[in-house]
């Protein structure tokens, strides 16, 4: 494998954060792809073979693979563009992509591509994916298995339902209620982006890719769906899945109750906020009143009108209430990319 660094086409502007509208041409975009190795030695030299021309570099992270992918690339791939991580240690797949995300960073990548080793994911869908943000539309796009009927036929329906029930938790506890599919690891995002995102407490485990939608929405970061059918084959996932339903959810209820304190107490106090805290508020008293009346009432004595609609009423009232803030909440996903932004900072700063 070639050790020299392959031609950096406007390298210092874009580490600088160039202003100006993303250039459309695909070959001189600065993208970078960001391949996680673990025991990918089977399928790696056949997803690197299929990389665009116009791909500018490739990190390969060898993640302490006990199948030695790092060697294996270092002997077989011959491809000048790819660039080699080891590890010391096994960090999972998030650690993995954060340190390729950073190397790609390192030598002047900016939409950087995250692509499973294991030969899943179509790369001739790879420019639909890093279109709107070269195009300056979002900040983080992602493939979406779930946009046709087509595109499920070749999906377990083990996997259909488990994605489908961790994309509504995800839809609740990231706010990005305009998503779908969140545990779809083909990903691309704007490199000062995913500067904003290294230094903070991502999931390095299989949660990371849900966790980093968490991430980007406090960021209020654009991102945006591509529909990319998945393939599969004879690859053998490292995923169980019954090792980590209680841990995901534990974690959807983790990052929803973080997101709501702090968008809708910390950095905002809005009309939502009032619904959430009014609709609560009714909903215990009418409970509360409810089951006071059970512990106190004569026995053999039916309930009232009165009494009935004292507890039912707040209830009813306070369930519209919060239906209403989690259509507000729906309707709060973030429409404004932040990444030209983030990039003229940098530059102000570094002048």
């Given amino acids: 494998m070639a050790t020299a660094a392959p031609p950096l086409r406007r390298t210092a502007a874009r580490r600088l954060g160039d ?15 960001v391949i996680p190795c673990y025991k990918v030695t089977d399928h790696i030299a056949r997803v690197i073979a299929k990389i665009p ?21 270092a002997a077989e791939i011959t491809d000048p ?29 900016r939409i950087l591509v995250k ?10 869908y790879l420019g639909q994916l890093v279109a709107p943000i070269l195009l300056g539309e979002a900040d983080y796009t992602k493939g979406n298995r779930f946009t046709s009927v087509s595109h499920l036929q070749s999906m377990p329906r083990v996997r259909i339902f488990g994605n489908a029930a961790l994309s509504f938790a995800a839809k609740v506890s990231t706010g990005y209620w305009n998503i779908f599919d969140p545990t779809n690891g083909f990903t691309a995002i ?25 991430h980007l929405g406090a960021l209020r970061a654009v991102v945006r769906d591509v529909p990319i059918p998945a393939r599969y084959g004879s690859e053998v996932s490292n995923l169980r899945i019954s090792a980590i339903v209680g841990p995901f959810a534990l974690k ?23 619904e959430m805290l009014s609709g609560g508020a009714l909903i215990l008293f009418g409970l509360s ?45 973030p429409t404004r990319p932040i990444h030209p932004s983030l990039r003229a900072l940098e530059r102000l700063e570094a002048d």
């Fill in 190 to 214: 704007e490199a000062s982006v995913a500067r904003r995102l290294m230094d903070r407490r991502v999931s390095r485990r299989f949660f990371f890719e849900t966790d980093l939608l968490y």
């Fill in 115 to 124: 692509v499973d080793g294991d030969d899943q994911m179509d790369l001739s």
């Fill in 81 to 109: 563009r790819v660039r080699l991580v080891r590890l010391p240690e096994n960090q999972g797949v998030g650690g993995a992509t954060l340190a390729g995300y950073a190397e790609a960073d390192r030598l002047g990548g």
């Fill in 289 to 333: 009143y409810a089951l006071h009346w059970l512990m106190v009432r004569v026995p053999g004595h039916a309930a009232s009108a009165g009494v009935v609609m004292a507890a039912a009423l707040p209830v009813i009232v306070g369930v519209q209430l919060m239906l209403q803030a989690m259509n507000f909440d729906v309707m709060n996903a």
């Fill in 53 to 73: 021309a116009w791909v500018e570099g490739v990190v390969c992270v060898d993640d302490a693979c006990p199948d030695g992918s790092g060697d294996f690339i």
């Fill in 19 to 33: 202003p100006r509208p993303a250039d459309p041409r695909l070959d001189e975009a600065g993208v970078w792809i």
């Fill in 252 to 274: 959807h209820v983790q990052n929803f109750i973080q997101r709501i304190l702090g968008q809708y107490f910390v950095r905002d106090f809005n009309v939502a906020t009032l």
